[in-house]
């Protein structure tokens, strides 16, 4: 009986597999399955840390706003600050206030100035 060769389908898997372990150290970039164990470790971690970066970032804005804040007084926090925002209705999301508080502090004090005015 002559040979039967294979097709290319499995093998186009495992190449397409390889080459996203191709950075992967060791056993993690040769072996199929430890490549493909290593994969889905890999995309679970992914996830999962996409998720705690939002975290991560919306409590340093919170951090940064609260301390530039915190220069009108000591009792005037974060979230004073934030509903005094809401009642005259400046438009600003937590990332720009964190940016305009470290970056360019001129144009956070008119912010601060201006609700300070307002209430």
Known sequence: MTRVRRGYIARRRR?????FASTFRGAHSRLTRTITQQKIRT???THR??????RYFRRLWI???????????????YSRFLHDL?????????????QLA????????????ELHTYT
């Open 43 to 45: 995309l679970v971690s």
């Open 63 to 77: 951090t940064r706003i609260n301390a530039a804040a915190r220069v009108r007084g000591a009792s005037y926090s």
């Open 86 to 98: 809401y009642k005259k209705p400046l438009l600003f999301n937590r990332k720009i206030l964190a």
């Open 49 to 54: 840390d996409r998720g705690r970066k939002k």
């Open 102 to 113: 470290i970056i360019q502090r001129l144009p956070f004090a008119r912010i601060m100035l």
């Open 15 to 19: 190449v397409k597999i390889r080459v």
